[in-house]
């Protein structure tokens, strides 16, 4: 597939960093697979990547609105008792 922008590169395979401002909050995958050009390095993210965050954004809104999202307090493990138990303090 020849550049969209140059028209004369074509697209190589290459990994990038995606920055995404999401509700005030910054988000960053180091690794986003993304096509560069050769000649100009003109630079597209995978389509199919771009559509999984979309979706994946989408559902933590979802949830957010519906309060569905919930937190796990982090579990305490003490190596000497057979079983986990919550610190108490
Ligand atoms: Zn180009």
Redesign the pocket.
């Known amino acids: 597939m020849s550049?969209e922008?140059?028209h004369?590169?074509h697209y190589e395979l290459a990994y990038s960093p995606y920055i995404h401002w999401y509700h005030g909050k910054i988000m960053v995958i180091p690794n986003a697979p993304a096509y560069s050009?050769d000649?100009?390095g003109?630079m597209e993210y995978d389509a199919s990547f771009l559509q999984k965050i979309d979706h994946l954004l989408n559902r933590f809104a979802e949830e957010a609105q519906s309060n569905t999202v919930s937190y796990r307090r982090p579990v305490v493990f003490e190596p000497n008792l057979m079983h986990t138990t919550r610190r108490s303090q």
Request: charged share 0%; with cysteine; hydrophobic share 20%.
């Open positions: 550049c922008y140059c004369i590169g050009c000649i100009c003109h």
